[in-house]
């Protein structure tokens, strides 16, 4: 298993995620298969400095619910890109992978750093 650092100053979140993905599940290796987890770990800097396009900044919305009646709660990029970047960008790549018994494995190989990290 390799082990990839990306930069994520004024990248695309979508773009971004994508190119996270697919190194997580591997699809660029030459023993790919969609039902084995063959990825690499991947370590994501710089975090709070992604760029999006658009509007989205205001009108992207995240929903959550607790479960209880009336219990939905929103939070628009913006707001949470200010509370923690980590999840902006975990909840793009996390609802990118497939669907099933992988995805907790390929995810928890994700790490996330706000800013620069110390070597």
Avoid: C, W
Avoid at 14 to 23: K, S
Avoid at 41 to 57: L, P, S
Avoid at 92 to 114: C, F, Q, S, T
Wanted: charged share 35%.
């Amino acid at each position: 298993m390799d082990k990839h650092i990306i930069d994520a100053k004024n990248k695309i979140l979508g773009r971004l995620a994508v190119e996270i993905a697919n190194l997580l599940r591997g699809k660029g290796k030459t023993n790919f298969v969609p039902y084995l987890d063959r990825g690499d770990n991947v370590i994501v800097i710089n975090t709070d400095k992604i760029a999006v396009t658009g509007n989205k900044m205001k009108d992207k919305i995240y929903y959550h619910h607790s479960g209880y009646p009336g219990g939905i709660k929103q939070i628009n990029l913006e707001e949470l890109l200010k509370k923690d970047s980590r999840k902006v960008i975990f909840k793009a790549v996390y609802g990118m992978l497939p669907k099933n018994k992988l995805r907790d494995k390929m995810i928890k190989k994700l790490e996330l750093y706000k800013g620069e990290i110390e070597k």
